[in-house]
Each structure stands twice: as structure tokens, then as C-alpha cells.
């Protein structure tokens, strides 16, 4: 549990975002399409410095997601009960 974050752990994390935007105004689409060599051993670098400390950027934490249960399941005690949906902020403009 304390090992430090694996090349193989970062590799994995490549090619599962989405376009979808966080807090931080950049979606995780915007990651995977850098240069993926120079990604890598930046996000290494940077997430094993954050999991040594134990300081992460209080920005990583938030999340701009609402849960949704599913309809018609018989026990909503299990996580595929539910459906995750990425929202977008407005930032500024007037939503309608």
C-alpha cells in the first residue's frame, strides 16, 4: 500500500478519459492526447511526489458528477444500481 505509483499504474491510466472537463477546466481527453511519453513521466513523478507527502491539490478532490439510481433494481446496496453522469459548469454564462 505504500509502494511508490508503477510505470504500469500510470500506463493504465491512459485512453479512459473522458472529454468531459473537471474543476480545473481540463478534460482528461486533453491528458491522453499530450505527448504521451513526456505525460507519463511527468504524472509519475507528480503523483508519487503527492502520495509521499500525503498533500494533494485540494482541486484533485472535487468532482463535477451527480449519482443517479437506476430504475428498477432490486437492491440499490450495489454500485452498478446506479449511473454516474458527468455535469458541466456554466463558468459565467447563463444555463437554461
Not at 30 to 43: G, K, P, Q, S, V
Not at 50 to 56: L, N, R, T
Request: charged letters at 30%; hydrophobic letters at 30%; proline letters at 4%.
Amino acid at each position: 500500500m505504500n509502494a511508490c505509483i508503477s510505470d504500469l499504474e500510470v500506463k493504465h491510466t491512459f485512453g479512459k478519459g473522458s472529454e468531459t472537463p473537471g474543476p480545473d477546466e481540463f478534460s482528461s481527453k486533453f491528458i491522453d492526447e499530450a505527448n504521451r511519453e513526456l505525460m507519463h513521466m511527468c504524472l509519475k513523478m507528480l503523483w508519487n511526489k503527492a502520495w509521499s507527502d500525503g498533500c494533494f491539490i485540494a482541486a484533485w478532490k472535487d468532482e463535477n458528477r451527480v449519482v443517479i439510481p437506476k430504475l428498477n433494481k432490486e437492491s440499490y446496496n450495489e454500485c452498478n444500481s446506479y449511473r454516474t453522469v458527468s455535469i458541466t459548469p456554466c463558468l459565467g454564462k447563463r444555463c437554461e
